[in-house]
């Protein structure tokens, strides 16, 4: 079965800081899909990222980077200079053969001026 | 077209009573999905379609849970004899193909149960 977890209830920075949400998920696949989405206040999730299991490579974009890690299972995002506009919950989720995502509970960001 | 539309924004219904919230994909995408997303919780994946066909319904909640899209365009979710627990977000995503690219999602129906 597969499994998200997002240990970080909340986090709270002061802008300019950076921050890391953490993501370790469980799945029995060699061959899986990794995604981040971003829940703003206005309740919409937002696509930021998808990784396939093949692929570790790291990404950079703008101030996110994301570091996929298969040996501890991690898929983990950073937010670079924080801005309090970055201030919603972030979720982790894993697809695996199927085509359904099973997500984490989330992580709440809040980023103060 | 822009995104995925939903409708109604909100719903605030008496329990018992019957509810249908309506999902229009972007138009190009041939997979629907509906997620329900309780207070403090990610999204939990109900059931999807591949054009017209409801390719995956056991996780629907209960019986009283039912999903269609009948000219592959547009979908709608029912629920019946609604029970407070019912209350959620009920989202609505599209896709292009598969999961591989990730979704779209909707802004959600937010159902209040009384």
């Known amino acids: 079965a597969q499994k998200v977890t997002q240990a970080q209830t909340e986090i709270s920075v002061v802008e300019k800081e950076d921050v890391t949400l953490d993501c370790v998920y469980e799945?029995?696949?060699?061959?899986?899909?990794l995604f981040w989405y971003k829940q703003p206040p206005s309740g919409e999730l937002v696509f930021l990222i998808r990784r396939n299991s093949f692929d570790e490579q790291n990404e950079i974009s703008g101030r996110y980077s994301w570091n996929f890690q298969k040996s501890t299972s991690s898929f983990n995002f950073t937010i670079t200079a924080s801005q309090v506009v970055d201030s919603a919950v972030y979720f982790c989720?894993?697809?695996?053969?199927?085509?359904?995502?099973?997500f984490g509970a989330g992580t709440r960001l809040t980023v103060k001026p | 077209d822009t995104g995925v539309s939903q409708d109604p924004r909100h719903k605030i219904t008496k329990r018992g009573q019957n509810v249908t919230f309506r999902c229009d994909p972007i138009s190009e995408h041939n997979r629907l999905y509906w997620y329900r997303q309780t207070l403090g919780q990610g999204p939990e994946f109900l059931t999807y379609?591949?054009?017209?066909?409801?390719?995956?319904k056991s996780r629907l909640l209960s019986d009283r849970f039912s999903a269609e899209r009948p000219k592959g365009s547009f979908s709608t979710l029912e629920i019946q004899r609604t029970e407070q627990g019912d209350s959620a977000m009920y989202l609505c995503?599209?896709?292009?193909?598969?999961?591989?690219?990730?979704?779209?999602f909707g802004s959600g129906t937010r159902l209040t149960v009384v």
């Open positions: 799945t029995r696949d060699t061959t899986y899909y």
């Open positions: 379609f591949q054009n017209e066909a409801q390719l995956e």
């Open positions: 989720a894993l697809s695996e053969a199927g085509d359904d995502m099973r």
């Open positions: 995503a599209s896709s292009p193909s598969g999961v591989e690219n990730g979704y779209t």
